[in-house]
Every structure is written in C-alpha cells, then in structure tokens.
C-alpha cells in the first residue's frame, strides 16, 4: 500500500501545490511509496441534498474515495481561509462521508499547509484536525507546516523533518 498525496487548491500557482510537490520529492528521496493526486481531484459541486438524491455521489468523489480506501495513509496540504478550513477540502471529506463504508474511517490521515502568513495555516489545521475526527480518522500529532511560503522557503523545507512527519502512523 502507498501514501495518497493530495492538495487542497486547484490554484495553478498554489503554494500547497508545491508543498505538495516538495513533499513527494522527499518520499521518492527515502523510498517511501506514494500515489500523488492533483487537485482537480477535488472536484465537486459544492454538497446539496437534492443533488445527492438526483444524481448520487459525484465519480470524482467516488474516485478520490477508491484512492482513500487503498492507501495507508492519506497526506492532505491544505491551505487555511479566514483562520480556518479550505472548503475544497471540506466540500470532498463530506461527499465521500456519504458513501458506505465511507474510507475516512480508521484512516490515518497527515496534515500540512503552506501560507505566505506567519502562521503557516496551522489554524486551518486545527480545524480540519477536529472535522477529520469526527469522520473517524486518526490525524497524525506533527503538521508539515511551511509559514512565509515561497518558492525558496518550501524548497528549503528540512527533508528529515518532512520524512520523519511522512512516517507517522507505522
Ligand atoms: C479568502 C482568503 C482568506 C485567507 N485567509 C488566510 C488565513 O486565515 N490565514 C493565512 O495564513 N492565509 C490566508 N489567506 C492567504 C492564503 O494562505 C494564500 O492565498 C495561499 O497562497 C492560498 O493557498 P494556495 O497558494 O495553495 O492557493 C487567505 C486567502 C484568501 C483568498
């Protein structure tokens, strides 16, 4: 079984984006098995009721959810909007707790997020932390937090930190 990767911005230029990146270069660096998704991965009508009941669950849901299912562990980088969550990312985690067996039980899920802030977007972590709890995930104690993010500072993000937070959960 592998990691699934997956960012919360569908922004060409996304800074999670490239943290995303940067922490896949670190898992091929140490031998670590992944699967990396784009964030177009993520994308879904915003959750509706009648929606649902006409049309069921999205394919991209049931996809992401397939992928959820298969992985090890799921590593999510996500940016953080007015102190909290992406709601991309909160648009997906309530489409696929809709489906049976729906895969963010019992998953190990990692945490990030990058922001030209100096905060990093733990905030939006924090949040995200508790919702992911009450899907019945396990959310791993270390975030790979990239605060002030650029190009430069997400490159220079330490590799042993990055592997050691990639390694949580075995
Ligand atoms: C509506 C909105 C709210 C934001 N709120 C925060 C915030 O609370 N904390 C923060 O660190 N950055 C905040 N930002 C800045 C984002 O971190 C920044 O735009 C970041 O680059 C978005 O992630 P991306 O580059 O992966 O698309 C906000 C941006 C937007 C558009």
Redesign the pocket.
């Known amino acids: 079984m592998s990691i699934l990767v997956l960012?919360?911005?569908?922004?060409k230029?996304?800074?999670?984006?490239?943290?995303k990146h940067r922490i896949a270069e670190v898992a091929d660096k140490f031998g670590i098995r992944y699967k990396l998704l784009d964030a177009d991965a993520l994308d879904a009508p915003i959750y509706h009721g009648d929606f649902e009941d006409a049309e069921g669950v999205p394919a991209s849901m049931q996809a992401l959810a397939k992928d959820i299912h298969a992985a090890s562990k799921v590593v999510l980088?996500?940016?953080?909007?007015?102190?909290?969550v992406?709601p991309l990312v909160k648009n997906a985690i309530d489409w696929v707790s809709r489906l049976e067996n729906q895969p963010w039980q019992n998953k190990k899920v990692l945490l990030g997020?990058?922001?030209?802030?100096?905060?990093?977007?733990i905030?939006?972590l924090m949040h995200l932390r508790d919702i992911l709890g009450n899907v019945q995930a396990w959310t791993a104690p270390n975030f790979a937090l990239c605060?002030k993010?650029s190009d430069a500072s997400i490159a220079q993000m330490d590799e042993t930190f990055l592997k050691n937070f990639l390694l949580q959960g075995d």
């Open positions: 960012g919360g911005s569908r922004r230029a996304s800074l999670n984006g490239k943290l980088i996500s940016p953080e909007y007015n102190s909290s992406s997020a990058a922001s030209p802030g100096g905060l990093g977007g905030r939006g605060p993010a």
